[in-house]
Structures are given as structure tokens and as C-alpha cells.
């Protein structure tokens, strides 16, 4: 715990710019602004409409709530995929609705339009920052995190529909909200034309109500991505013959479950045929049952990520020996103290993943010198590592000089995130000055082998105020950051 000088005047650095450029609109999209205002006419015009034009008016129409020409647009669509980001403005009801409609339309047709190739809508795409429309699958845009396609082998996908509408849901409080509520009775009452395909589901408090009502229909295999957050044990059971289906199952993710799990409890989770990363954060029954957790794996992980969590010292000791994380890309540990815990079988663990780990954040678990140098010959032959993160640990400049000597040797390291010493710290004040003369003889070592990246080196957080101060190779200087 430090605070910083900057508090008693933080208030100053809150100001922010808020200059914003205006930009002058495009001839073109003025255009396109004033045939919308026309909807009869915008619809009208749609057949001279060329293909490449169809995005940003879909999208135009889309944030300015002209529904009749959503709906138009439809069955007319020249590209087989139209993928709605999460970011766009008026994603609602009434928008899902003129989407729907038009889907309605294009199912009636005896005949579709020769122009028309629609054969998937992505809707709430939220897997990338798309902030508008798109024609692409979501599958095919660039980082995707599971370029390995499963799916497609996938049973509950193979049903081949005319149509497939994939979105994600949530499961907020144990309800869904009203606009997904109104897509699965739509969905449902179309079930012979259309696939509603779930990739992502996130369920945050139950209701089994809910749950039962939606895997009537949704087919569990289509789930890629499951988020399982505030439950009690006893949902988890509830869910356990759901999760079983899920046979398609990449990444899963548990947030805040805080009841205790017993052997036999943990026993009963299912078996993930194909799952490629894990994440938990602020689960309990974690500590001292790591092993049965990780049991839940068929093929080894990509990523596993745990964090704000308690870990025993069998924990450790087990993580060498788990088979199915020795080919792990990314691991993370994360605000878990580890001070009191010997590091061996972590630094024996790196050695086992030093074949294919690329990012290795250790972050906030107040490892102390004796601890990082117990790692460092392990950390020292993960030469593919991109990206490795200590922040907030307990090293001094020694040992921190140390830890740098030995990332030096790591010529993939493209970002790179280290603690301020704990020489920058003093009577629990932060000295960022002390940060900003260390810095360039601590980037140098760096520099003698090879050229860095990304390098910052940061301070804790300041207890009272929550700003910190980071050194950065960019700017050559400390900066507090709120
Ligand atoms: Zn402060
Ligand atoms: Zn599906």
C-alpha cells in the first residue's frame, strides 16, 4: 500500500481534452443521408443500389432507425454474410425487428431474388470491435481467437438450414433481455427455416426456468464460448448435464463463485472434449483443488488464466505434472498472493511450456526477490515468448536488473511489463523521480541485446487516489496515470 504525491491535487489531472475534430461529411454520405430521408424513395432505389454501397447504407438506415429500409435490404442482400457488431448505435428491439421482418420476407419467397446470397446474419457480434456492419462471417475476420474451426464438423452446426442467424446471449440475473427474449420466440416459431446458432453464452445468476426454456431449442454443441458468473454450487449441478453437450465447448470462463466444492463434487464437473482456454477468476473452490479442476480437460489447453483466487502449495506442486497444459500458449496468475509459497514447481513448470508459451503474465502475486530468482533460469528459455508482464511484485533494482538480464535473451518479446523497483518506495510514498533515473540504465540492459519493443516499468496503485506512475520506452519518461 503507497500513495502518491499527486493526490491532494488529482483533481487537475481529471480534466480531460475534450476537443472533439469534426470531420466534413462526404459528398457521398450526404447523398446517402438524404435518399434515407426519402425511406420510399431509399427503397425504391435499392435494385440500382451497387453491391459495394449495400454496407453503409445498411448501416446509415441502421443508426438513423429507418426500419422500413432494413427490412427491404434483406432479401436483397448481395453478400452472404451481414455481420451487426455489439457497438452500433440503436441496436435494440426495433432494430432486431426490421431485421427480422426482412428475414421473414426472404423465408416467404417461393422465388428469391436473383441478387440476393444472404446466408448467415451475425448478430451482436461482440468478438471484435466491429462498430458497425460488416459482410463478412466473424469467423473470417482477423483475430478471431480460434482460427481452428471445430464448428464445422460440428453435429448441432452441421444442420444444414437455409438460413443461420448466430448471436450470443445473456443470462443477466437469470433473465434475458427483451430483445433476445423476442429472437428465440422468433426463432423458434421459424425452426424449420432457420438455425439459431449461440455461440457465446454468458449466464450470471440463474433462473432454471430460463435455462430449460432455452436449451429446448438452442442446441447446446453450438456453444463455443461459455461464461458462468455469481453462481452457487448448486447451480453448477443444474447445469452440469447442459454442459455436457456442449461438445464444441473453446473457451470457459468462472467469475465469482465463491461456495466450496467438495472431492466428490468437483468429480462430477464434465469433461471438455475440445476446450482451449480456461479462466477463473475469484473462485474458491479452486484453492487445493486444482488438479481435480484441471480434470476437466480431454486435449491440452491453449491459455489458462487464474486470478484473484487463493492457491495452495500442492497447487503448484501439481502444475508441473498436469499433461494437459504442458502446451500451453498463455498463462496468467494473477492478484493471488504467492510470497508464502515456494516457487520450484512454477519454475519447473516453465521449463515444461517453455516449447510454446508466448505470454506469461505473473501479476500482482507479491513475488519477492529470492521467489523471481528461483524462476529466472526457466523464465530465460521461453524463447518464444511475445509478451511477459511482472507488475506489482516485490523486487528490488538487484533483482529486478536480474530478471532483465534474463529477458534480454528473449528476441520475440514484443511487449514487455515490468514492477517499479522497491527502491521507488518510500515510508509508503511512491517516488516516481527515483522510477524516472533508474529507468534508462534498467532499458539499457535490455538494449545491449537487442532492440525492445514495448517496455513499460509501473508503480503500484496509489491507495488512496488509484493513479500510478509508468516509465515507458516510448516516451522516455514517468508519467501518472489515473
Ligand atoms: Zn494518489
Ligand atoms: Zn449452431
Given at each position: 500500500?503507497?500513495?502518491?504525491?499527486?493526490?491532494?491535487?488529482?483533481?487537475?489531472?481529471?480534466?480531460?481534452?475534450?476537443?472533439?475534430?469534426?470531420?466534413?461529411?462526404?459528398?457521398?454520405?450526404?447523398?446517402?443521408?438524404?435518399?434515407?430521408?426519402?425511406?420510399?424513395?431509399?427503397?425504391?432505389?435499392?435494385?440500382?443500389?451497387?453491391?459495394?454501397?449495400?454496407?453503409?447504407?445498411?448501416?446509415?438506415?441502421?443508426?438513423?432507425?429507418?426500419?422500413?429500409?432494413?427490412?427491404?435490404m434483406?432479401?436483397?442482400?448481395?453478400?452472404?454474410?451481414?455481420?451487426?457488431?455489439?457497438?452500433?448505435?440503436?441496436?435494440?428491439?426495433?432494430?432486431?425487428?426490421?431485421?427480422?421482418?426482412?428475414?421473414?420476407?426472404?423465408i416467404?419467397?417461393?422465388?428469391?431474388?436473383?441478387?440476393?446470397?444472404?446466408?448467415?446474419?451475425?448478430?451482436?457480434?461482440?468478438?471484435?470491435?466491429?462498430?458497425?456492419?460488416?459482410?463478412?462471417?466473424?469467423?473470417?475476420?482477423p483475430?478471431?481467437?480460434?482460427?481452428?474451426?471445430?464448428?464445422?464438423?460440428?453435429?448441432?452446426?452441421?444442420?444444414?438450414?437455409?438460413?443461420?442467424?448466430?448471436?450470443?446471449?445473456?443470462?443477466?440475473?437469470?433473465?434475458?433481455?427483451?430483445?433476445?427474449?423476442?429472437?428465440?420466440?422468433?426463432?423458434?416459431?421459424?425452426?424449420?427455416?432457420?438455425?439459431?446458432?449461440c455461440?457465446?453464452?454468458?449466464?450470471?445468476?440463474?433462473?432454471?426456468?430460463?435455462?430449460?426454456?432455452?436449451?429446448?431449442?438452442l442446441?447446446?454443441?453450438?456453444?463455443?464460448?461459455?461464461?458462468?458468473?455469481?453462481?452457487?454450487?448448486?447451480?453448477?449441478?443444474?447445469?452440469?448435464?447442459?454442459?455436457?453437450?456442449?461438445?464444441?465447448?473453446?473457451d470457459?470462463?468462472?467469475?465469482?463463485?465463491?461456495?466450496?466444492?467438495?472431492?466428490?463434487?468437483?468429480?462430477?464437473?464434465?469433461?471438455?472434449?475440445?476446450?482451449?482456454?480456461?479462466?477463473?477468476?475469484?473462485?474458491?473452490?479452486?484453492?487445493?483443488?486444482?488438479?481435480?479442476?484441471?480434470?476437466?480437460?480431454?486435449?491440452?489447453?491453449?491459455?489458462?488464466?487464474?486470478?484473484?483466487?487463493?492457491?495452495?502449495?500442492?497447487?503448484?506442486?501439481?502444475?508441473?505434472?498436469?499433461?494437459?497444459?504442458?502446451?500451453l500458449?498463455?498463462?496468467?496468475?494473477?492478484?493471488?498472493?504467492?510470497?508464502?509459497?515456494?516457487?520450484?514447481?512454477?519454475?519447473?513448470?516453465?521449463?515444461?511450456?517453455g516449447?510454446?508459451?508466448?505470454?506469461?503474465?505473473?501479476?500482482?502475486?507479491?513475488?519477492q526477490?529470492?521467489?523471481?530468482?528461483?524462476l529466472?533460469?526457466?523464465?530465460?528459455?521461453?524463447?518464444?515468448?511475445?509478451?511477459?508482464?511482472?507488475?506489482?511484485?516485490?523486487?528490488?533494482?538487484?533483482?529486478?536488473?536480474?530478471?532483465?538480464?534474463?529477458?534480454?535473451?528473449?528476441?520475440?518479446?514484443?511487449?514487455?511489463?515490468?514492477?517499479?523497483?522497491l527502491?521507488?518506495?518510500?515510508?509508503?510514498?511512491?517516488?516516481?523521480?527515483?522510477?524516472?533515473?533508474?529507468?534508462?540504465?534498467?532499458?539499457?540492459?535490455?538494449?545491449?541485446?537487442?532492440?525492445?519493443?514495448?517496455?513499460?516499468?509501473?508503480?503500484?496503485?496509489?491507495?488512496?487516489?488509484?493513479?500510478?506512475?509508468?516509465?515507458?520506452?516510448?516516451?522516455?519518461?514517468?508519467?501518472?496515470?489515473?
Amino acid at each position: 500500500m503507497a500513495i502518491c504525491p499527486q493526490c491532494p491535487d488529482q483533481d487537475e489531472s481529471l480534466e480531460e481534452d475534450t476537443m472533439k475534430v469534426y470531420s466534413p461529411l462526404t459528398l457521398e454520405k450526404l447523398a446517402r443521408q438524404r435518399l434515407l430521408r426519402e425511406e420510399a424513395l431509399a427503397i425504391s432505389a435499392l435494385k440500382d443500389l451497387p453491391n459495394i454501397l449495400f454496407p453503409v447504407m445498411f448501416e446509415e438506415a441502421f443508426i438513423n432507425g429507418h426500419t422500413k429500409v432494413l427490412t427491404a435490404m434483406i432479401p436483397v442482400w448481395p453478400y452472404p454474410y451481414l455481420s451487426v457488431g455489439m457497438m452500433i448505435k440503436n441496436l435494440n428491439l426495433e432494430t432486431l425487428k426490421a431485421v427480422l421482418e426482412g428475414l421473414d420476407i426472404l423465408i416467404a419467397q417461393k422465388v428469391h431474388s436473383s441478387r440476393c446470397k444472404l446466408r448467415e446474419i451475425n448478430w451482436r457480434n461482440g468478438y471484435h470491435d466491429i462498430n458497425g456492419i460488416c459482410t463478412r462471417s466473424y469467423e473470417d475476420l482477423p483475430g478471431f481467437m480460434t482460427q481452428k474451426q471445430p464448428m464445422q464438423n460440428s453435429p448441432g452446426c452441421g444442420v444444414k438450414k437455409e438460413l443461420k442467424l448466430t448471436t450470443q446471449l445473456e443470462l443477466i440475473e437469470g433473465r434475458l433481455d427483451e430483445s433476445a427474449t423476442y429472437l428465440l420466440q422468433w426463432a423458434q416459431q421459424r425452426k424449420d427455416s432457420i438455425h439459431l446458432c449461440c455461440r457465446r453464452l454468458e449466464i450470471q445468476g440463474l433462473t432454471k426456468a430460463t435455462v430449460i426454456e432455452i436449451f429446448n431449442f438452442l442446441h447446446a454443441d453450438c456453444v463455443q464460448d461459455l461464461e458462468l458468473l455469481h453462481l452457487r454450487i448448486e447451480d453448477l449441478a443444474f447445469l452440469n448435464p447442459y454442459l455436457r453437450q456442449m461438445n464444441n465447448l473453446l473457451d470457459l470462463t468462472l467469475s465469482h463463485i465463491t461456495d466450496t466444492l467438495s472431492d466428490s463434487e468437483i468429480s462430477q464437473l464434465p469433461i471438455f472434449q475440445c476446450l482451449e482456454s480456461i479462466s477463473v477468476n475469484n473462485v474458491s473452490f479452486i484453492y487445493g483443488n486444482l488438479k481435480g479442476f484441471l480434470r476437466c480437460l480431454k486435449k491440452p489447453l491453449d491459455s489458462l488464466s487464474i486470478t484473484d483466487c487463493n492457491l495452495s502449495q500442492s497447487d503448484l506442486d501439481f502444475l508441473p505434472y498436469c499433461r494437459n497444459i504442458c502446451e500451453l500458449e498463455s498463462i496468467k496468475i494473477a492478484d493471488i498472493s504467492l510470497c508464502y509459497l515456494h516457487l520450484e514447481p512454477l519454475r519447473f513448470f516453465l521449463q515444461r511450456v517453455g516449447h510454446s508459451l508466448q505470454y506469461l503474465e505473473l501479476e500482482a502475486c507479491g513475488i519477492q526477490d529470492s521467489q523471481i530468482n528461483t524462476l529466472l533460469p526457466a523464465i530465460s528459455q521461453c524463447f518464444h515468448l511475445r509478451g511477459v508482464s511482472f507488475c506489482n511484485n516485490n523486487f528490488s533494482l538487484l533483482f529486478l536488473k536480474e530478471l532483465l538480464h534474463h529477458t534480454a535473451q528473449l528476441s520475440q518479446l514484443e511487449r514487455e511489463i515490468y514492477p517499479a523497483p522497491l527502491e521507488c518506495y518510500e515510508m509508503g510514498v511512491i517516488l516516481s523521480h527515483r522510477l524516472e533515473n533508474f529507468c534508462p540504465e534498467l532499458l539499457d540492459i535490455l538494449r545491449a541485446k537487442r532492440k525492445p519493443k514495448e517496455v513499460t516499468f509501473e508503480t503500484t496503485q496509489c491507495s488512496k487516489c488509484g493513479g500510478y506512475y509508468i516509465y515507458d520506452l516510448g516516451s522516455q519518461s514517468c508519467i501518472f496515470q489515473l
